[in-house]
């Protein structure tokens, strides 16, 4: 058996999780197709997918699949559209051997879609597109190959086209019925292919398949397909296709960790905590026992408690102890404390937790959105701290922290609709209360374009003693940076106050938000006679003065931007505007899409724009369609205040 792991992306609402129930009836896994609207998909299980009919969280399912030419077991991956759940796409990337792009036909290729196309380019995954919903708008997708033309930067190749009696026919099924600048474009990506063709005048060895087969991998030819998910029309044909071209092999080299790429991390009544993994390497289970023992032998044993790591596999078909691996065949993995299971990365063994958690911490940018929680009994701490805990090890999009000075709990996620869902999440299946706040945006206060030299000084006791005149330049600097430099020779000790006294000095500015943007350059200091102590206490009152008194006119307060595209027919198109000029949206472009739609692009500050996918689905009767990216940058944010 030929194990294929392929994943299904698309923008929110483009119909993947409706093309993966499709995809299990016609293999046979389900007895009837459900749907989003009756909440009883395969995929959508949770109760928050089922009330707002969107993907949050990643599924796998694997099926059988025959062909002509071998038999498959294609473990289909489908992922959130939303870009709150980003990082559950970019996780899985590593792992990934194809890709299906699901476009929607009647528009251009929509925002998050164009998204992950670029990542999956930069994975080197192949992909295969199928433009959807051709039973709503039949032949209107030619701005949609367009619009992909434009992204990938390469012409994309239709294999799908009408038959005489208006049958949509497929490449793979029937080739020879297509013309043969067709069979040419499949070819064309490879010299050495159309050189073959060329001096092969018999045509006994078609080599347009050959270039179709390994042509996707090379990251230079994109075939496309159409049909309709919702009514099966090319879905078995796209089967066919994707078991057809070559897959992406997956990295052999996984640095430190173990030949096993983490997927998902999941939380089972049954099994507990455990992980989706991807096996690279052929292995049985004692010798994969044995990897892990030989790495504690060397001297890196993870705790004294825990001396050798423990494995358990579980088959995802009979939740069965698995007591092997096959390379590319996906296994649960059960949590243990001597392993460190993190999505996007190999599995790694406790010892290696700290470099390789910062390793991929960094990787992600913090959130500026966040909820103040707080348990309506103290004594119910516990209980919230548990699931909240449980939250963030399923999903590290995720940050959970906590206010010491409160005793409050801070959850941090990747955007409003991803705090909401948390929220409720947590609160399901329980009675007891817990009290938030309303979502927080991220504030800082920006110094301004300036270069102010200061004289600082603080004198005390009757003015018989002085800090000492530290002369100073304040000013900006290329980013959200704040840092201090010595121009100077100057002992530790005082270089360590001057510091300490600088930074405490930026945490709350004119505004009550911490000051970025700004550089102190210290020019020169002397030490004046007497008791080192007092001199460094009376100095750190001269900075912490003196650098707050330039706050309140050369700071301005800055956040997130948010921006946002929006898909309305062209009646709410007016509605919309509306809304979104009271919330001080900046309108950056508006166009005419296919069938009557208008696709307006905009941006504005985050706080302005909560609640607006909500208002927008009551504007429009739950027709229109939005698309939001929020980020807190130098280079990207808002003024929000003067």
Request: contains cysteine; aromatic residues 8%; glycine residues 8%.
């Amino acid at each position: 058996m030929k194990y294929r792991t392929v994943g299904i992306f698309a923008h929110i609402d483009s119909g993947k999780t409706t093309l993966t129930e499709r995809i299990l009836f016609e293999a046979g896994k389900i007895s009837a197709v459900g749907s989003i609207e009756d909440g009883n998909t395969e995929s959508d299980s949770l109760q928050e997918e089922i009330e707002r009919g969107i993907s949050i969280r990643t599924t796998f399912h694997t099926i059988p699949w025959k062909t002509t030419f071998g038999e498959f077991a294609i473990q289909l991956v489908d992922t959130p559209g939303h870009i709150d759940f980003r990082n559950q796409v970019t996780d899985l990337l590593p792992a990934m051997e194809t890709a299906i792009v699901v476009l929607e036909a009647g528009t251009v290729v929509q925002s998050q879609a164009r998204l992950v196309i670029e990542e999956l380019r930069k994975a080197s995954v192949p992909m295969v597109f199928f433009i959807n919903k051709l039973d709503r708008f039949d032949e209107e997708y030619l701005d949609t190959l367009v619009s992909l033309e434009e992204i990938l930067d390469g012409v994309p190749v239709s294999l799908f086209q009408k038959d005489p009696e208006g049958k949509w026919e497929y490449y793979l099924r029937s080739p020879s019925r297509f013309p043969k600048t067709v069979k040419e474009e499949l070819m064309a990506w490879n010299d050495e292919l159309l050189l073959s063709s060329w001096n092969d005048p018999s045509g006994q060895t078609d080599y347009s398949m050959i270039g179709l087969r390994s042509g996707p991998g090379s990251g230079k030819l994109y075939p496309v397909y159409g049909g309709s998910a919702k009514t099966g029309e090319g879905v078995r044909e796209l089967l066919d296709l994707v078991a057809w071209t070559e897959p992406k092999n997956p990295p052999e080299e996984l640095g430190s960790g173990l030949p096993l790429l983490v997927l998902s991390r999941r939380t089972d009544e049954e099994l507990g905590r455990y992980a989706v993994v991807y096996p690279t390497e052929e292995k049985n289970k004692s010798a994969i026992q044995s990897l892990g023992k030989n790495k504690v032998e060397s001297g890196k044993s993870p705790s004294k408690d825990h001396p050798k790591p423990s494995f358990h596999f579980i088959d995802p078909e009979t939740r069965e102890e698995a007591t092997s691996l096959e390379k590319g065949k996906l296994v649960f993995l059960k949590d243990h404390p001597d392993l460190l299971l993190f999505p996007g990365s190999s599995v790694s063994l406790a010892n290696e937790l700290l470099n390789d958690l910062e390793t991929k911490s960094s990787d992600r940018v913090p959130s500026p959105f966040s909820i103040v929680l707080e348990p309506e009994h103290s004594s119910e701490k516990e209980f919230w701290l548990c699931r909240l805990e449980e939250l963030v090890w399923e999903d590290p999009g995720y940050c959970l922290e906590k206010k010491d000075d409160t005793g409050q709990l801070v959850l941090l996620g990747r955007g409003e609709l991803h705090l909401e869902i948390g929220i409720r999440r947590i609160q399901e299946r329980t009675e007891k209360k817990l009290n938030f706040s309303s979502i927080n945006i991220a504030k800082l206060e920006h110094l301004k374009k300036m270069s102010h030299k200061v004289a600082l000084e603080h004198r005390a006791f009757e003015d018989q003693k002085s800090s000492g005149a530290l002369i100073a330049v304040l000013e900006d600097t290329a980013d959200f940076s704040k840092h201090i430099a010595f121009e100077v020779s100057l002992p530790e000790e005082v270089k360590n106050s001057i510091e300490t006294s600088f930074l405490e000095a930026c945490l709350h500015g004119f505004y009550g938000e911490e000051i970025v943007g700004l550089r102190l350059r210290v020019l020169s200091y002397e030490i004046p006679e007497g008791d080192l102590q007092t001199t460094l206490t009376l100095l750190k009152v001269a900075i912490l003065a003196g650098v707050k008194e330039l706050f309140p006119s050369n700071t301005y307060l800055v956040g997130p931007l948010t921006e946002v595209e929006v898909m309305v027919d062209a009646d709410h198109l007016g509605v919309v505007l509306s809304d979104l000029s009271r919330r001080n949206a900046k309108v950056v472009s508006i166009w005419e899409a296919v069938a009557g739609k208008s696709h307006l692009k905009a941006n504005a500050p985050a706080q302005n724009l909560l609640g607006f996918s909500g208002a927008l689905r009551n504007m429009t009767k739950g027709i229109g369609i939005s698309w939001e990216r929020t980020a807190f940058t130098y280079e990207f944010h808002a003024v929000l205040k003067e």
